[in-house]
């Protein structure tokens, strides 16, 4: 049912954990539907230097999230908001169907980390110039 | 890689014995039971003989003893067979709400025809109430059709129970029970049980796929299923699986020549099981009922995780088994018998079957008691609903 990239993942995901000064947190899903997935960054000088993800969920939530976190290491910010949810399942080789819709956020929960990166940095910034 | 299978509940391997009498019946001896000469002479006396053997498997005359192609036609040919022949009496149905899906889609679509189904609550164990059957009833109930025991939870229902219930009322309400998970389990008594009809499945006992029966019971007003030929006494039209039948009464003889020293074997292992998972593993619920249980059945639940990856865990470790998560369910939703139980949805998707064989030995159990728990504590550790050490 999956492909062999979605296995390797899932059987060895990459960047679990989270991170406890992370710079934005993004959760999305919801465990009454059987997928909740949330992403832990630390950003300095525009550029995801770690993340970290946690990911309840059946095998195509789980390889996503960690395919997600592989995608935007190191790469900056705009970088990483214009990884898109198909290009994470595509970068695994494909997912099943019925898997495309349920279980395919990563790339969502990226984006609301950054942009509780964002808000966070905004808030900050405004403390700093008072 | 050691392989152990342990989801008995959804098929069984075909027994060599079975293999064996089938054999003959696809090659010299291919003849249409419906002719007169040897070769259909030979297919007939076969079939006849199957279903001896599965009548006396059921107490039952074989007379009253229907071949079908499966579990699921039988409970098609049971609700809408009588729903169809008996609707000028009443339209009513009532059944429970963790059938399986022969029945449930099956009660459904009648509803679209103008029929009302009650679908009946259970209690946390799974167990459906005999005064809520009773209670159920109106003047329109033409049809109670409860199963004898649940495929996921592995929980025995109370068949013979309302069975005289259903008795003492003063005018006849046909009894349909779904045993497809009983039958060569625990012993089936018709008459004990006091239904019309019953749904059998060859595959679950050892026997080939596509292949089943349906007893009903001498006096029974049911519309046919197939309409065609004459066979199965005019009810059940299209020519017949021979060797699927043989099969199945070669895997009806052995079913019950060997119940007792079976059940105990299984319900040993089940025990050591339920045990193991219990002591070596936290947050982990027991589904169905703690003793009126199938005696191969262990459903759990892990709670914050999810079925399906633990099931690839598994796949990985070579362990076959099944969850009532909505990915293994094939829908969004998880498993309508978990959720009719009582378990919150994210519970319900943790969930995990595993049903033993005549198969599986005690190795078999302590293989699956040294995999699992890792596997649970690599995905709870994976899991953003798992409270951290020392955290809330």
């Known amino acids: 049912m999956y492909s062999e990239k979605v296995m ?45 993800f946690k990911t309840f969920g059946c095998g195509a939530a789980i390889a996503t999230s960690s395919m997600v976190t592989e995608m935007v290491k190191g790469k900056t910010i705009d970088e990483a908001l214009k990884v898109t949810n198909k290009a994470v399942a595509e970068a695994l080789g494909g997912l099943p169907p019925v898997k495309m819709h349920c279980s395919n956020l990563a790339a969502d929960a990226l984006h609301a980390a950054i942009e509780d990166y964002k808000r966070k940095k905004e808030r900050k910034d405004v403390a700093e110039q008072k | 890689m050691k392989r ?8 069984t391997p075909v027994r060599r014995e079975v293999l064996e009498a089938m054999l003959p019946y696809f090659t010299e001896r291919f003849g249409n039971a419906s002719t007169i000469y040897s070769y259909g002479r030979e297919a007939k006396s076969a079939i006849e003989e199957a279903r001896e053997k599965v009548a006396h498997l059921i107490g039952a005359d074989p007379r009253e003893v229907f071949f079908t192609a499966g579990g699921t036609e039988s409970d098609n040919w049971a609700i809408r067979g009588i729903a169809h022949a008996n609707k000028e009496k009443g339209k009513h149905i009532i059944t429970s709400s963790i059938e399986h899906h022969a029945v449930l889609h099956t009660c459904e ?23 809520d059957v009773i209670n159920a009833i109106t003047d329109e109930t033409i049809l109670v059709t409860i199963m004898h025991a649940n495929n996921e939870i592995g929980t025995i229902e109370p068949i013979a129970e309302i069975g005289k219930a259903l008795k003492k009322l003063d005018r006849k309400i046909y009894f349909h029970t779904d045993a497809v998970q009983t039958v060569g389990k625990i012993p089936v008594n018709v008459d004990e049980l006091g239904v019309d009809l019953l749904s059998i499945s060859a595959h679950k006992i050892y026997g080939p796929k596509g292949v089943g029966a349906l007893y009903i019971r001498k006096g029974t007003k049911i519309k046919p299923f197939m309409t065609g030929g004459a066979q199965e006494n005019k009810r059940r039209a299209g020519t017949e699986n021979v060797p699927g039948i043989v099969g199945f009464g070669k895997a009806a003889e052995l079913a019950e020549k060997e119940l007792m020293e079976q059940y105990e074997k299984l319900s040993y292992l089940r025990d050591k099981l339920i045990k193991g998972i219990m002591e070596r593993i936290p947050h982990v619920i027991l589904n169905g009922h703690p003793t009126q249980r199938l005696p191969h059945n262990v459903n759990v639940c892990f709670k914050y995780i999810e079925g399906e990856s633990l099931l690839l865990n598994l796949d990985m ?76």
Request: hydrophobic fraction near 35%; include cysteine; charged fraction near 25%.
């Open chain 2, 109 to 131: 679509d009648l509803e679209k025809e103008g029929f009302k189904v009650t679908y009946l609550p259970v209690d946390k164990y799974g167990l459906v109430k005999v005064e």
């Open chain 1, 8 to 52: 390797e993942h899932f059987t060895n995901p990459r960047n679990v954990g989270e991170i406890p000064d992370a710079d934005g947190i993004g959760e999305v899903g919801n465990p009454v539907c059987g997928d909740l997935m949330k992403i832990y960054i630390k950003v300095k000088d525009n550029v995801i230097e770690d993340i970290k």
């Open chain 2, 4 to 11: 152990v299978y342990m989801d008995h509940a959804g098929t």
């Open chain 2, 317 to 392: 470790k070579g362990i076959c088994a099944s969850s009532g998560s909505a990915c293994t369910s094939g829908s969004l939703e998880p498993s309508h018998v978990l959720l009719a139980i009582g378990l919150p949805h994210e519970i319900a998707h943790g969930s995990l079957r595993l049903t033993l064989g005549r198969d599986n030995t005690e190795e078999d159990v302590d293989y699956v008691l040294e995999v699992l728990p890792g596997i649970v504590e690599k995905l709870r550790s994976m899991s953003p609903l798992f409270p951290s050490k020392g955290g809330n």
